[in-house]
């Protein structure tokens, strides 16, 4: 007899990762995932070179010294941080602390995929607030909160919309949650985020006790294959956060480059003005051919097709993967007449820009 998973489980739907192959095609243009075309820091990969060949040991590493680097680069607390393979992997542990069976994790409808998943696993109840055209409804989020609620997460800025929150949004969602309560905020996109009125949730976590905003090496580092993350919160979190995480929560390469990549500003730089410039021109040359373009505080913009004027996104999707092109669809029904696209190399953007005129001349 089969031993069944914990009640809840089964219902928990595939998390539909962006496809990176198509037939036919030994480079694509590869648009789904949103990762860092221009990569890791030269000196990071150097470092995480080095760190290879005392790979066979157990990575007994001083999360400190990262840490550190953090905290320069951030102006943050080093004491307050700690670490694990990937942003999801902290998050999945930060909702597996502080929720369980019989009580609510509330996610605006739209947001990370795999939100209502960790709530799932954690034997909690994911609860969707509805979204205003896929921009985060503090007012709609407030409205799901009752006396079940132990968790409120949220992406800023957002995906896979782009979107992100006001400081002034941020702080009244905030301000308007019971002592209770705990705030969540997975900030992947926070270097991305160039908006005036944008503020990092880091600076909540100094003023109130209620607050984690989780953190990537993923997205501006680069480092998405190393798998890297780290969450910031006050220390009663990270004390309970550290004692039941992995025995070695950072392997031996990613710490290598970790630090090193956060040292080089300058590779940094460089990744922020490539995005800056290719979201502008992106979003200038999809809105020009009639599309409808979200405005985007990340490295990657949501597109919208009109159904009136006879294009799909699924049909532009099949036109794009013919000539190369892999954007990201998904199989989502709010999402229908939707493709996202993460910035890519130069000469993929100017592509991407001439298929899809070509897609909608046709």
Known sequence: MAISPRQGLAAIDYYMVGISKLPGWDDPV?????????GMSPAAIEAAQRAIP???LYPEVDTEILAEALAERYRLNPD??????????????IVNTFSGPGEELVHSKNAYMQFPIYAKVAGATPVAADDN??????????????????????????????????????????AALPGNVLLIVDSAYDEFAGADDYE???NLVH???NVIVTRSFSKVYGMAGLRLGWCYGQPQYIEVMTRIGPSFPINTAAFAAGIEAVKDTAHVDKVLAHNRRWIEELSRQFTTMGLKVYPSQTNFILVGFSTEAGKTASEANTWLNENGIIPRQFALDDFSNKLRFTVGKDDGMEKTIAVMREFLNR
């Not at 941080?81 to 999801?88: N, Q, R, V």
């Open 80 to 93: 307050w941080m700690a670490f694990g393979p990937g942003s999801d992997e902290v998050l999945q542990r």
């Open 133 to 174: 055209d896929f921009h985060y409804d503090v007012d709609k989020i407030l409205s799901k909160v009752n006396n079940n609620t132990r968790i409120v997460l949220l992406a800023n800025p957002d995906n896979p919309s782009g979107s992100c929150l006001s400081a002034g949004e941020i702080r009244r969602l905030h």
């Open 30 to 38: 590869k648009l789904s995932s949103n990762e860092s075309v221009l």
């Open 54 to 56: 005392d790979s066979h």
């Open 207 to 209: 003023e109130y006790d």
């Open 200 to 202: 990092s949730a880091t």
